[in-house]
């Protein structure tokens, strides 16, 4: 299959604390799980992402894990700031001779000051 | 640079009507990908690609929206006829060689089918 889940649809933190966002794949051949950020009114654009060599990334407050076996991975946000709030979507894409992504339904942050 | 650029940024039409968006990709990217993003359904792949061959058709959307690739440097998509249900923002994304796995998304197309 190529569904991607992903978990909470809406996540309302305090600024200062952390956020976590979580998805699912279904297709065990894929490889490399990118996240994006929408801003309202916006497109949405690349923040990290992780290859499926790799179970754990960080940078700039951001920390990817992946977790093969489980086919899950997820995003956590340190110390949020208003700034982080945002739609934010996860993806997948399969192994092979393709760059097409599928993307989660997306999560809304809302960092309440 | 400049990034993936897209027009109209909003389109109304009427139900049965025929609309065309366009995109012009990031200069030298091969992969042009247009999705639609709706509050349901999130980002939904309608075409996808590479070196303008169609490496994918959304199946669910093949029988009235119809993307080309006219050369490497632009690509339509063609909604025929619009049904209100295609009220959606209609994103085109490019990505080539030099940034490997980065999708670059353009500001997107409104559409608002009455």
């Known amino acids: 299959g190529e569904q991607v889940e992903q978990l909470p649809s809406i996540l309302r933190v305090q600024e200062g604390s952390s956020a976590s966002i979580n998805c699912t794949y279904e297709?065990?051949?894929?490889?490399?799980f990118p996240w994006y950020k929408q801003e309202p009114g916006e497109n949405p654009k690349l923040i990290i992402d992780i290859r499926s060599n790799m179970e754990r990334k960080q940078t700039q407050g951001l920390i990817v894990l992946l977790d093969k076996k489980a086919k899950r991975f997820s995003l956590h946000i340190t110390d949020t700031q208003p700034g982080d709030s945002a739609m934010y979507f996860c993806a997948a894409r399969w192994a092979g001779n393709t760059r097409k992504l599928i993307f989660g339904l997306g999560t809304t942050l809302q960092v309440q000051p | 640079d400049a990034g993936v650029t897209q027009t109209p940024r909003h389109e109304v039409a009427e139900k049965g009507q025929t609309i065309i968006l366009k995109c012009e990709p990031v200069?030298?990217?091969?992969?042009l990908f247009w999705y639609r993003q709706t509050k349901i359904q999130g980002l939904e792949l309608l075409s996808y690609f590479r070196s303008k061959s169609l490496m994918e058709d959304g199946g669910a959307f093949k029988d009235r929206f119809k993307a080309e690739m006219l050369n490497s440097s632009f690509s339509t998509l063609k909604i025929q006829p619009t049904e209100p249900k295609d009220s959606a923002v209609y994103l085109c994304?490019?990505?080539?060689?030099?940034?490997?796995?980065?999708?670059?998304f353009g500001a997107g197309t409104r559409l608002s089918v009455l």
């Open positions: 200069s030298g990217h091969n992969d």
């Open positions: 994304a490019s990505s080539g060689q030099a940034s490997q796995n980065t999708l670059y």
């Open positions: 297709n065990s051949a894929s490889n490399y």
